[in-house]
């Protein structure tokens, strides 16, 4: 069956970067994409990017271009999004979904305080 | 402020039929297929409804979708307790190289 496992929670402090890791199995990994979600505590989903686990291609959300890095690692059929110069408004639960969103990772708290 | 829109809330007796409305626009559910998701508290998104009405192997033929022109709507029947959870549309949207929008989210109540 078609799993993807993230990492375990993160605290971090202003400005520092976070990479959080989202490891598949179940399926071919090469054959879909891999989209980033978050959600802030209390709030909704908020799209974060998306990239190609098949030549690596990658499409951002316009808030975030500049600070976000999204890679795969097809050895093992693992994505990473990493985070730079966090904010505490960066504090979320972050997500891992196959392409469109049809299979979803448990979730990987960030935490941002100083 | 979400791309797409949806009631911040609902709410149903168990038994009833509710429905949930998500209106968009001609870039994003004018133009491309509507999946909808159900949260429970806690828990990670659970895909519900692809391809504006097709549900999941697992999924209850209670929860269906429909889409038209630029709004979609998911529709819940023999409304149970357990579907008080959070439920969001998305679709794709053609603006910005592509880009993944969400509604807000509504919050639906069993009373």
């Known amino acids: 069956q078609v799993q993807l496992v993230q990492s375990g929670a993160e605290v971090k402090k202003p400005g520092a970067s976070v990479k959080v890791s989202c490891k598949a199995s179940?399926?071919?990994?090469?054959?879909?994409?891999i989209s980033w979600v978050r959600q802030a505590p209390g709030q909704g989903l908020e799209w974060m990017g998306w990239?190609?686990?098949?030549?690596?291609?990658?499409n951002y959300a316009q808030k975030l271009q500049g600070r976000v890095t999204m890679t795969t690692d097809t050895s093992t059929s693992t994505a990473y999004m990493e985070l730079r110069s966090l904010r505490s408004d960066d504090t979320a639960v972050y997500y891992c979904?196959?392409?469109?969103?049809?299979?979803w990772g448990q979730g990987t708290l960030v935490t941002v305080s100083s | 402020q979400s791309v797409l829109t949806q009631p911040p809330s609902a709410s149903g007796t168990p038994g009833q039929r509710v429905t949930i409305s998500c209106s968009g626009s001609?870039?994003?559910?004018?133009?491309?297929?509507v999946n909808w998701y159900q949260q429970l508290p806690g828990t990670a998104p659970k895909l519900l409804i692809y391809s504006n009405n097709q549900r999941p192997s697992g999924v209850p033929d209670r929860f269906s979708g429909s889409k038209s022109g630029t709004s979609a709507s998911l529709a819940i029947s023999g409304l149970q307790s357990e579907d008080e959870a959070d439920y969001y549309c998305a679709a794709w949207d053609d603006s910005l190289n592509g880009r993944r929008v969400f509604g807000g989210g509504t919050k639906l109540t069993v009373l």
């Open positions: 001609s870039s994003n559910i004018g133009s491309n297929t």
């Open positions: 979904a196959r392409y469109g969103g049809d299979y």
């Open positions: 179940g399926y071919t990994f090469t054959s879909y994409g």
């Open positions: 990239i190609s686990a098949y030549n690596g291609n990658t």
